[in-house]
């Protein structure tokens, strides 16, 4: 990275889902034992850009997102909470 450069981020989803979803998503991929290296070679795409997915610097679309679990060999599950609010009677 270039000396006094700094990576600006665009968030598609919420930051902390994003990260969320980077830990997972490099967690699943180091458990099968696949580089940075091999996981560009197989979304075709570059080491720097799995990377930044891996750090939660890259925007995860859900296009971005299906490519890489397609890379991996696994599905992925969505799912979201119902958060309720209380309500006092």
Same mark, same amino acid.
Not at 21 to 47: F, N, V, W, Y
């Given at each position: 990275m270039r000396k006094n450069y700094e990576h600006k981020s665009r968030w598609g989803f919420d930051r902390d889902l994003n990260i969320?979803?980077? %830990? $997972?998503? $490099?967690?699943?991929?180091? %458990?099968?034992?696949?580089? @940075?290296?091999?996981?560009? %070679?197989?979304? @075709?795409?570059? @080491?720097a850009t799995i990377s930044r997915i891996d750090r939660a610097e890259d925007n995860i679309t859900?296009? %971005?997102l299906e490519r890489y679990a397609e890379a991996l060999g696994i599905d992925v599950v +969505?799912?979201?909470? +119902? $958060?309720? $609010?209380r309500v006092n009677l």
């Open positions: 969320l979803i980077a %830990k $997972k998503l $490099k967690r699943e991929r180091e %458990k099968l034992g696949i580089s @940075q290296e091999d996981m560009a %070679k197989r979304m @075709q795409t570059t @080491q859900l296009t %971005k +969505i799912t979201f909470p +119902i $958060k309720r $609010k």
